[in-house]
Each structure stands twice: as structure tokens, then as C-alpha cells.
């Protein structure tokens, strides 16, 4: 089963950008979906974006515009552009692919000036 390693949370500040990656110890080729969740504290985790195989997108309306998730397959990397962040948008994000269903241990992304 492939394992997943998110990176590129951080401290930013309002209007501010970041790039998250989930690198992934196989081949994802194959993989029929991937996203990105994140989970405030106190909400439940929540679904930001997704991609499939065939390069089909979809986003949270309150990111949408603001967001981009993209897939490498070459390099067996999902990615998250975060542009225009807002305090809205500090949470913990989690990557996820399947099936079968594998999570990322989570990157901490905090918006604060």
C-alpha cells in the first residue's frame, strides 16, 4: 500500500501563498482519486479538492479560484496551490488517495499576521 508524506505547511501571512505536497512512495498512476481535506480546530474534517485519474477537478466553493490541486505522475506527487489565504484558512491538511484509502499524517498551515 502506498504511503504518503505531505509537506509545505507553514506560518503565512494574510494574502500570502503556499505550495503543499503529498509525495507518494509508489506509483499513482493508477490511483482513481486524490484530495486534500483539512480539519480546524473543533470542525470536522472537511474535503478542500479533488483530482482523478483522468484529470477531473473539483473544489470546496470557499477555495475555489484561490486553490489549485495538481498531480505529477512522474514524480508521484500531489500538489496544493494555496494563494489569497485567509485566517479562514488555518487548519491541519491531510492528503488522500485510493482506492484503497491512504492517508497523509497531516501539515500544519496557519494564516496570522
Known amino acids: 500500500q502506498v504511503q504518503l508524506v505531505e509537506s509545505g505547511g507553514g506560518l503565512v501571512e494574510p494574502g500570502g501563498s503556499l505550495r503543499l505536497s503529498c509525495a507518494a512512495s509508489g506509483n499513482i498512476f493508477t490511483i482513481a482519486l486524490m484530495g486534500w481535506f483539512r480539519q480546524a480546530p473543533g470542525n470536522e474534517r472537511e474535503l478542500v479538492a479533488t483530482?482523478?485519474?483522468?484529470?477531473?477537478?473539483s473544489y470546496l466553493d470557499s477555495v475555489r479560484g484561490r486553490f489549485a490541486i495538481s498531480r505529477d505522475n512522474a514524480k508521484n506527487t500531489l500538489y496544493l496551490q494555496m494563494n489569497n489565504l485567509t485566517s479562514e484558512d488555518t487548519a491541519v491538511y491531510y492528503c488522500?488517495?485510493?482506492?484503497?484509502?491512504?492517508w497523509g499524517q497531516g501539515t500544519q498551515v496557519t494564516v496570522s499576521s
Open positions: 483530482i482523478t485519474r483522468d484529470g477531473t477537478i
Open positions: 488522500k488517495m485510493g482506492p484503497p484509502n491512504t
